[in-house]
């Protein structure tokens, strides 16, 4: 059972800046996909961002636009979540979600149904 890894998760002030990782050990997510969701205290899971390894092509949902970035490594076995200007309403279990020999569709992006594997969560929160 392929499983994806998370890191890089924590406690920051507002205003601070934190980089979230995801992995699948041994594998590489090649022309794949990799999405980012989260999930607050007592709310549903909603989509952040996602990338398509392929193209590089990236998706946000509104509330993070200018703020986070999403990138694949040259290798194509991590991609990355750097979340700059941070807010309390961040704060949620950061969940990676991805898939490896085929992209996602663009329009679709923030669908959880596009993909495969999933990580155990990593948990951000954004206090003073």
């Known amino acids: 059972q392929v499983e994806l890894v998370e890191s890089g998760g924590g406690l920051v002030q507002p205003g601070g800046s934190l980089r979230l990782s995801c992995a699948a050990p041994?594998?590489?997510?090649?022309?794949?996909?990799v999405g980012w969701f989260r999930q607050a205290p007592g709310k549903e899971r909603v989509p952040v961002a996602a990338?398509?390894?392929?193209?590089?092509?990236?998706y946000y949902t509104d509330a993070v636009k200018g703020r986070f970035t999403i990138s694949g490594n040259t290798a194509k076995d991590t991609v990355y979540l750097q979340m700059d200007s941070l807010k309390p309403e961040d704060t949620a279990i950061y969940y990676c979600?991805?898939?490896?020999?085929?992209?996602?569709?663009?329009?679709?992006?923030?669908?959880?149904?596009?993909?495969?594997?999933w990580g155990q969560g990593t948990q951000v929160t954004v206090s003073s």
């Open positions: 990338v398509r390894l392929g193209d590089r092509h990236t």
């Open positions: 041994g594998r590489t997510f090649r022309a794949g996909a």
């Open positions: 979600a991805g898939k490896f020999q085929t992209g996602i569709i663009a329009s679709a992006w923030y669908k959880e149904d596009q993909y495969y594997y």
